[in-house]
């Protein structure tokens, strides 16, 4: 199938919210990959680490929305404040989430389930 087919139905199954993300990629993938990698959230954030995974996740899927929108479109920023809807989450500290994750978490996260589909797909 062409490139542009994929992406076309890529598109037409948005998640629209995280809860739809992690019916396909178990949370328990997305924990051992920020371990592994040692990458964690030591202080209480915003946007934690977990929740950067899911953003990467979004921007590969909701490619023509910007980043604060997929933030949003997810809900991934924590209220400031517990039970307090809060402001949005400044664009600086999205991009500095993103580059303190790093590219190894995400690689440990695509392996996990690709083997893990691969072997259920060889088992039928």
Not at 78 to 82: G, S, V
């Given at each position: 199938m062409?490139?542009?087919?994929?992406?076309?139905l890529?598109?037409?199954?948005?998640?629209?919210?995280?809860?739809?993300?992690?019916?396909?990629i178990g949370?328990q993938?997305?924990?051992?990959?920020?371990?592994?990698?040692?990458v964690?959230t030591?202080?209480?954030?915003?946007?934690p680490?977990?929740?950067?995974?899911w953003?990467?996740?979004?921007?590969?899927?909701?490619?023509?929305?910007?980043?604060?929108d997929?933030?949003?479109?997810l809900?991934?920023a924590?209220?400031?404040?517990?039970g307090?809807?809060?402001k949005?989450?400044?664009?600086?500290c999205?991009?500095d989430?993103?580059?303190?994750?790093g590219?190894?978490?995400?690689?440990?996260?695509?392996?996990?389930?690709?083997?893990?589909?691969?072997?259920?797909?060889?088992?039928?």
């Open positions: 062409p490139l542009n087919l994929d992406l076309e890529t598109a037409s199954v948005l998640p629209e919210s995280v809860d739809n993300l992690t019916k396909h949370l993938w997305v924990e051992a990959a920020l371990q592994l990698s040692g964690a030591l202080r209480k954030r915003r946007l680490m977990e929740q950067v995974i953003l990467v996740v979004g921007m590969c899927l909701m490619r023509n929305r910007t980043i604060d997929v933030v949003g479109k809900d991934l924590l209220p400031a404040k517990p307090k809807a809060g949005p989450i400044a664009q600086s999205i991009s989430a993103r580059q303190h994750l590219a190894e978490p995400m690689q440990r996260l695509f392996a996990q389930p690709a083997t893990a589909w691969a072997h259920a797909h060889n088992d039928k």
